[in-house]
């Protein structure tokens, strides 16, 4: 195991970045880490700043105001980053496509590494794509 | 004089849950102005409900908000009910309360939590949204899923509440009931909560009145407004209870007004878990057609009024559907809140009204050519002035006189 991903997948931290959402899936993400599922002690951290980041996590679906954001946000990354889609608008824009603001998925402006629909996703499947996240980071 | 200075807060700012930008002018510790710009969250909700049946209108405005996510379907079936003269079940209309009061405890314990964390006290955050689980648990029982409940439909709800289900809903009712007074009296004995939020974002009476805030805002600074009071629908009619108001207008009696609120709410829901043992029948009469016409449709939801307007042609689409969402009158208090401040109390005014952009952004204009935006407030002004003084032209009416002078 090279020593990057070693490092990457020690202690994520992650940073939260809401697009054009209802706030649904941002109030589910922060509920992963409040005491019934407590994800930070596993040490995954919600950060402040894109550049402390080794996760970013995209909620909602982005406009055309907020995607030319999104991706000055990603090349401020470090890299190598892991860019994880949670909710069915960031997948494919759910019940959003089709609107006159918003054009494409969110996967057509930056390269996504996981997608997590539902809407929202219950906080044991945001767990459920971590796990499977660092897995996979590790080659297994 | 002092230089002055600009902070920016956001537009990705890690105390937000939202994308929105705040300008706060400085001088010194001290806030002299703030300029919000908003515009991240716009998805043109209004115009895709042109496209989708009176049904799936229902499911996209439940997604205007994750939050309030059953205030804003509640407004609308009531519009189109109301254009189409839609009977709706009595059963219906108790259950359609309990959901409502269900989400204004879920959402006053997740603002309760949140202004804890922008105070900086953790601890406030991570124990009441402990409690707040066994919320989302009883929603998930009843309807499927923990936020977005997709219970409402033009004509009743969608899903029954067994009566099975009732002794357990209440044993949770019960244990929420002792978990409030706990926070109820952490909060109004604590010294750190006191010297942070007592006097500070000070809305008196009269600015209240003179910006039309709604919801807690307005009724913490003594203004007794609340739609299910004043205009009652659903099942607020049929049950008892009480208007919570406070008069200072601060930060602290804003977090007492919520508070207490929940416990007139669980207080609702009792009486309406009582009603449904005696009250049978159908929760949905299923209409068939929705007639031509136009219909208001308005919920007290957690932060204050939402209002729905839809217009029918007798097709199975709106013509037009307009929403109005209460923080899109309540952020506009910010700047007198905020105005002679400290910076580090900012946060939490700002945060005091319980904002949502999501709810509040209903339009955008851009100019193609250079990808800004073509209209100011100023343009606006003088866009909504006109279409007034048009439609009082076209029905030979006299409004108000209404003076804008403060605002361009």
């Known amino acids: ?140 | 004089m002092p230089k002055k200075t600009i902070v920016p807060i956001g537009p990705y700012h890690p105390l937000q849950e939202e994308p929105e930008f705040f300008k706060l002018h400085v001088e010194g510790e001290k806030v002299v102005d703030l300029d919000i710009e908003i515009g991240y969250n716009h998805r043109g909700i209004e115009k895709l409900s042109e496209s989708k049946s009176f049904e799936q209108s229902v499911f996209l405005v439940e997604r205007v908000c994750g939050i309030c996510s059953t205030s804003h379907p509640i407004a609308c079936v009531q519009a189109i009910e109301d254009a189409g003269d839609v009977e709706v079940p009595e059963r219906a209309l108790y259950i359609r309360s309990i959901i409502g009061e269900f989400e204004r405890i879920h959402s006053h314990m997740l603002w309760l939590g949140l202004a804890g964390h922008f105070l900086g006290f953790n601890t406030v955050w991570m124990w009441v949204w402990r409690y707040r689980e066994n919320v989302l648990d009883v929603m998930e029982h009843i309807t499927g899923n923990r936020n977005h409940y997709a219970m409402m439909k033009p004509g009743g709800v969608r899903r029954d509440i067994f009566s099975d289900d009732i002794p357990g809903i209440k044993k949770i009712l019960d244990g929420l009931k002792k978990a409030l007074a706990l926070f109820r009296d952490a909060v109004i004995d604590d010294p750190v909560i006191h010297a942070r939020t007592k006097g500070v974002g000070v809305l008196t009476r009269q600015q209240i009145i003179d910006y039309g805030a709604v919801g807690p805002t307005a009724r913490a600074s003594g203004v007794t407004i609340d739609v299910r009071k004043d205009h009652p629908h659903a099942a607020y009619g049929f049950v008892d209870w009480k208007v919570i108001t406070a008069e200072n207008g601060d930060v602290f009696d804003k977090t007492v007004v919520r508070i207490l609120e929940m416990f007139e709410s669980i207080a609702i829901i009792e009486q309406c878990l009582d009603k449904l043992k005696t009250v049978p029948g159908p929760v949905d009469s299923n209409p068939k057609e929705i007639k031509p016409g136009d219909g208001i449709g308005h919920y007290e939801a957690p932060r204050g009024e939402v209002f729905h307007y839809i217009r029918s042609d007798g097709t199975n689409r709106p013509v037009r559907h307009k929403v109005r969402a209460p923080s899109f009158m309540n952020v506009a208090t910010d700047r007198v809140a905020v105005l002679g401040q400290s910076i580090a109390d900012a946060t939490i005014i700002l945060a005091a009204v319980d904002p949502c952009y999501c709810c509040t952004e209903r339009m955008m204009a851009i100019d193609t050519d250079k990808g800004k935006p073509a209209l100011h407030s100023p343009d606006l002004l003088r866009l909504s002035q006109e279409k007034t003084a048009r439609l009082q032209r076209e029905l030979g009416t006299e409004g108000p006189k209404l003076d804008f002078g403060v605002f361009s």
Do not use: Q, W
């Open chain 1, 1 to 140: 195991m090279s020593f990057t991903v070693n490092a990457l997948t020690r202690s994520l931290n992650v940073f939260h970045l809401s697009g054009s959402a209802c706030n649904n899936c941002d109030i589910e993400i922060l509920d992963v880490l409040t005491p019934r599922y407590d994800a930070e002690r596993f040490g995954i951290v919600l950060v402040g700043s894109i550049r402390h980041a080794d996760v970013l996590l995209l909620s909602g679906a982005f406009n055309r105001k907020s995607a030319v954001r999104l991706k000055r946000v990603y090349e401020e990354a470090p890299k190598p980053i892991v860019v994880v889609a949670v909710g069915s608008c960031a997948c494919t824009g759910n019940i959003f496509a089709g609107s006159y603001n918003i054009f494409e998925p969110v996967c057509n402006y930056i390269p996504i590494d996981a997608f997590l629909p539902g809407c929202p996703p219950k906080p044991e499947a945001m767990i459920s794509a971590i796990v499977k996240l660092i897995g996979k980071l590790k080659g297994k």
